[in-house]
């Protein structure tokens, strides 16, 4: 018995792959998390405010991207941390962003315009980063922890009593 073979034409599927510019700015963001020397990324006045008053992930904050179907460019505006080399910090964020970019989307990195508009120890950074709803927090807890503490005082003083006439004077 003989087996026929079909002979198929190779089939063309049309279409294209594109890539949103938050994608972009999140693999970015991901990509330079442990890049020596970098703080933090600088998402200007209006995202600086939103993030003083509550904790903000938002790994797209200040990263401005252009995609095209074949090529990205990058801005970031930084805060460098004191003690590093502005040069080094640049050639490491190229070297990051260039290989992320490529692994997850095959895109060419062609240009990353990066902005020092601060440098800070890492003390300064940590302790600006304290939010309004991180104070809050800890007044709260702290609230929390008096309240507790003077209700238990009071059972204490209470169950120490053995009539009625002791507990009002």
Not at 83 to 105: C, E, W
Not at 143 to 159: F, L, Q, R
């Amino acid at each position: 018995m003989a087996i026929e073979k079909k002979n198929e034409a190779a089939v063309t599927t049309k279409g294209e792959l594109t890539f949103d510019d938050k994608v972009v700015q999140k693999i970015v963001g991901n990509s330079i998390e442990k890049v020596p020397g970098l703080l933090g990324v600088d998402g200007g006045f209006v995202t600086n405010i939103k993030n003083k008053i509550v904790n903000s992930d938002n790994p797209t904050d200040g990263i401005d991207v252009e995609v095209g179907k074949e090529q990205v460019a990058v801005d970031l505006s930084i805060i460098m941390a004191y003690g590093h080399n502005a040069h080094d910090v640049y050639d490491a964020l190229v070297k990051a962003i260039s290989k992320q970019v490529k692994d997850t989307t095959s895109l060419e990195l062609v240009e990353l315009n990066v902005e020092v508009v601060d440098i800070q120890t890492s003390k300064e950074f940590e302790s600006s980063q304290t939010t309004l709803q991180d104070r809050v927090t800890d007044a709260g807890s702290v609230v929390k922890e008096k309240t507790a503490s003077g209700v238990e005082s009071v059972k204490s003083s209470t169950a120490n009593m053995t009539s009625d006439d002791e507990r009002v004077k």
